[in-house]
């Protein structure tokens, strides 16, 4: 799942720079050449074939059955995200920066919005998750720890230190992003020095695992999101298929 993430997240940066290639570079004749009519037809074929195959085999009794004894749903859906960012970039290609009818800047506007929802809905959603997990196990760990130190500390009442503890909000709100580091403390320290340092890496934990919850119930709508960009971008697209044939291409002139 890293390594996937990396590539998708390397194509996107790929494909941000080549949209933003329009602010030095500019090919009106090109969308309507040759090469340029294939990168379109590409395009749209790898956008629109393998995502309508995986919504449908996700969707259709019928199809699932019979398609993923062969192929899993999950290889369909791999194929599905590769194809698509792969078909958006071509796409860009395509356009030879020429965003100059506001149909061809819609167009690529709910591209890029579509292709961005994907991938928070594919890789960020399910890394919150992971986080999650994890975080919420290491809590675990660390409440059984406190509870059995607060248990010897029964034992030994006399044995008391004075300890402070300070932490801002900034740093906790890194902590949500960045990681837990849990406290470090010397076996031989004594017991309430070991319990409060203990209890503030519980208190961050939990800070953590609230934030991370927050941010997830924030972007957990991203499905719908995904629905709606698709559904205007394919509109859109086909707009603009009507387009280019209503109005003829150049080089069958």
Not at 14 to 36: A, K, N, T
Request: net charge positive.
């Amino acid at each position: 799942m890293k390594q996937e993430r990396t590539i998708i997240g390397g194509l996107l940066v790929l494909q941000l720079i080549l949209w933003l290639g329009f602010l030095v570079h500019r090919s009106p004749r090109f969308p309507g050449s040759l090469m340029g009519g294939i990168l379109a037809v590409l395009a749209a074929l790898l956008m629109i074939v393998p995502p309508l195959l995986y919504s449908a085999t996700k969707r259709i009794k019928f199809l699932k059955e019979k398609i993923t004894k062969r192929i899993s749903l999950g290889t369909i859906l791999n194929w599905h995200i590769y194809t698509s960012i792969s078909g958006s970039i071509l796409a860009i290609l395509h356009t030879g920066h020429r965003f100059e009818s506001n149909l061809g800047i819609w167009l690529t506007a709910m591209m890029l919005l579509t292709v961005l929802s994907g991938f928070v809905g594919r890789y960020f959603l399910s890394y919150s998750s992971k986080e999650l997990k994890e975080k919420q196990t290491e809590l675990n760990l660390l409440a059984t720890q406190y509870n059995q130190i607060i248990g010897a500390i029964a034992q030994q009442p006399n044995n008391e230190v004075a300890y402070t503890v300070s932490r801002n909000f900034v740093s906790r709100a890194l902590n949500s992003f960045v990681g837990m580091k849990t406290a470090q403390v010397d076996a031989n320290a004594p017991l309430s020095l070991r319990a409060m340092r203990v209890a503030e890496s519980i208190a961050d934990l939990e800070y953590a695992i609230k934030t991370h919850e927050l941010l997830k119930r924030r972007t957990a709508s991203w499905l719908k999101v995904h629905i709606a960009t698709s559904c205007a971008f394919y509109l859109l697209l086909i707009l603009h298929i009507w387009s280019a044939i209503y109005f003829g291409l150049r080089y069958f002139k």
